[in-house]
Every structure is written in C-alpha cells, then in structure tokens.
C-alpha cells in the first residue's frame, strides 16, 4: 500500500510539474524596470503612476510564458507590458479592429503613423502577433488563449447593446482554455447617468455580464479607485486627465470537469 501511494503521489508531482514547466508567476519588479527602459515610448511611461499596470497583471495573475490576448489593444499600451510580462517563451496577440485603426488617440493618426507598430519594432517585441481584425474573426482555434485582457472596452460594447457585450463575452469564453483568465478594466459609471454618453458603465453590469457569458467573477480590486473623480463628466473630459475612478475584475473560465 505504501508504495502504491509513492507512485500515485509521484504520477501527481509529475504531472503538475510539467503543467507548470512553461508558466512562472511573473516578477514585478523586474517587470518594473524592463518598463523604464529608453526603448519604451515615454508618454506611456508618464501612464503608469495611474494605471499601475505591474499591480493589474500581479493581481490578474498573468504568468510568464502564457499566451494572452489584448483586446482592443490600439495603440499598444498594454501590449509592451504583456510581451514583457510573459517573456520569450509567451506570446501576445494584440487586436484591433480595422474601425479602431481609425481613431487617434493612442492608435494610428497621420502624424505618428502606426503606433502599435511603432512600439513593437523599438521595444523588439517578438513575441507579438498582430490581429487586424474584428474581435470575431481572429482566426484563433478553440481554447488557444491563458489570458486576455479587456481594457476600457466593455462599456462601449454594453452601453450600445447588452447583446453585443454578451457575444463578446462569449467569444472570449470560447478562446480561453479552461481555467483561463479575462481582466476587465473599465471607467465606473453612476446609476441614473447617460454612462453612454460618458463612456461609462455600472461593476454590477460588467459582472452580471460576465457571469451571463459563463465566467467566474474570482475576485475585484480597487487599484484602479479614484475618489476625486466627478462620474458626471465624460472620461475624455480634459479637466479629468484621464484620471477616473476604474473598477478592476478578474474573471475565470472553469475548468474541465
């Protein structure tokens, strides 16, 4: 009997072990400092004391040599930090669709060219793949994804129709291996406000969105909190530099039972 639960408590040691080979927990402070480099665009440096994106993905629990999607990624500000995050044994798929290659803040206008492009050839992000195309048709194969990131997006797609939140949410869901995780960041909004018009949403509504779509809400945070925020005013309101009041969620897709 002793042997045989030897062998068992081996086969299990095993096998967690190489389930683990490939994915660390990552190091924020070395995180940190690959992210001050000169090869870093410097306004996006200038984001950080804001958007604490080293704390984000520490609570998220991205790991290194994962496989994560930036959605809606724009002009790249993510998509530096997770192609430092996971490392040369991960990959990033950094989304956009062509609509969004339209807009010029952070993505691409005629005066800095292609800024997503720009970033991945300075910063040699290798491991980066681009997806110029609707979150809809990526391409990608079932279950191909650890991570995704959904960041200041989701309002736009639910304030325009809860519908369309949902057929997001459920693309992700399909993407995502089981037991994969989505961060969902985005502007809180006040019961009662035009949130559409300020490019706002309720916590409430992204969770009961996400638990709609069939994710696990596993935790939230308020990294992201700013009591100074005026939830009256629009998140493009200069007089708010950018400086909104953010709730965080970290979502899971079960497991295989």
Do not use: W
């Not at 490392?87 to 609509?99: E, F, H, K, L």
């Amino acid at each position: 009997m002793g042997f045989a639960v030897a062998l068992v408590r081996a086969i299990v040691a095993t096998t967690l072990l190489l389930a683990c080979a490939n994915s660390y927990s990552i190091d924020p402070q070395a995180l940190r400092d690959s992210l001050r480099g000169s090869d870093r665009d410097i306004a996006d440096r200038m984001r950080d004391e804001a958007r604490k994106p080293v704390d984000v993905l520490d609570f998220l629990g991205l790991q290194e040599g994962m496989t994560a999607l930036d959605v809606y990624a724009a002009g790249g500000y993510y998509t530096f930090i997770l192609s430092r995050a996971v490392g040369d044994d991960g990959t990033v798929y950094a989304q956009n669709s062509p609509r969004a290659l339209r807009y010029d803040e952070d993505r691409t206008d005629m005066t800095q060219g292609d800024a997503l492009a720009a970033k991945i050839e300075k910063g040699n992000l290798t491991n980066v793949v681009r997806i110029d195309r609707a979150i809809s048709d990526t391409g990608l194969p079932d279950g191909a994804i650890d991570f995704i990131l959904v960041s200041q997006i989701l309002h736009d797609y639910y304030n325009g129709s809860p519908a369309r939140a949902h057929g997001l949410l459920r693309e992700l869901y399909r993407l995502l291996k089981a037991d994969g995780i989505v961060g969902i960041i985005d502007h809180t909004g006040v019961e009662g406000n035009d949130n559409q018009r300020l490019h706002r949403m309720l916590k409430a509504q992204a969770i009961d969105a996400a638990t709609r779509a069939g994710f696990v809400v596993e935790a939230d945070s308020d990294l992201l909190a700013n009591p100074g925020d005026n939830p009256r005013r629009s998140i493009f309101d200069p007089l708010l530099n950018r400086g909104t009041d953010q709730f965080l969620l970290r979502l899971r897709k079960p497991g295989a039972q």
